[in-house]
Nanobody, 120 residues
Framework: QVQLVESGGGLVQPGGSLRLSCAAS????????MGWYRQTPGKQRELVAT???????VYAHSVKGRFTISRDNAKNTVYLPMNNLKPEDTAVYYC??????????????WGQGTQVTVSS
């Protein structure tokens, strides 16, 4: 069984920094795109940043220049250092990955979510 385990969330003051990590474990042949999404109560989950296995990235306009997504393919891990955090970044952050199993088609999975709160 494949799972994603996130870590690194917490409470930080405006202007502060956090670093999210998400590690995939289980029976995995390879991983395609990995990404971070976030959700606040009453709103749809939105894309924060994604990265392909080759390193191509996409960012939400609101986080460009402040967040940097990266991955370590050998560790099946994706990272999201977040700088100059703002109160509007407060949300539950979810990791997502395209899993290619040893047999069968690829499928997407989600992590359990980690809370990020930006407040003074």
């Amino acid at each position: 069984q494949v799972q994603l385990v996130e870590s690194g969330g917490g409470l930080v003051q405006p202007g502060g920094s956090l670093r999210l990590s998400c590690a995939a474990s289980g029976s995995i042949f390879s991983i395609g795109a990995m990404g971070w999404y976030r959700q606040t109560p009453g709103k749809q989950r939105e894309l924060v940043a994604t990265i392909t296995s080759g390193g191509s990235t996409v960012y939400a306009h609101s986080v460009k220049g402040r967040f940097t997504i990266s991955r370590d393919n050998a560790k099946n891990t994706v990272y999201l250092p977040m700088n100059n955090l703002k109160p509007e970044d407060t949300a539950v952050y979810y990791c997502n990955a395209e899993i290619y199993p040893y047999s069968g088609s690829y499928y997407p999975i989600w992590g359990q979510g980690t809370q990020v709160t930006v407040s003074s």
